[in-house]
């Protein structure tokens, strides 16, 4: 029996338009028009990334966390909110 695999996530490319996640056997893209925290980050910010949980992921250089769900179906987390209305 061969060990236990402990390659989780991995960042496989980094581009001028996002990156690319391998996580288990899925690839996901983060593009920075969707992800915008990401664009003025180095390579070594992007690709030190932890996977505290099956569906969240964290990089801790940023402090930014995301659930996985978020990158495979971005239009289901907007990053715009609606202002609340001041109370009277």
Do not use: C
């Not at 695999?5 to 980094?14: A, C, G, K, P």
């Not at 690319?20 to 390579?43: G, H, I, M, R, S």
């Amino acid at each position: 029996m061969l060990g236990i695999s402990t390659l989780e996530i991995e960042v496989s490319l980094v581009s001028s338009q996002g990156f690319w996640l391998l996580l288990d056997n899925e690839e996901l893209f983060v593009a920075y028009a969707e992800f915008p925290w990401f664009k003025q980050a180095t390579v070594d910010q992007i690709t030190t990334i932890e996977r505290p949980s099956f569906n969240h992921l964290y990089w801790p250089m940023l402090d930014i966390d995301l659930a996985v769900e978020s990158i495979r179906n971005p239009a289901l987390f907007p990053l715009i909110s609606k202002p609340n209305p001041l109370p009277r």
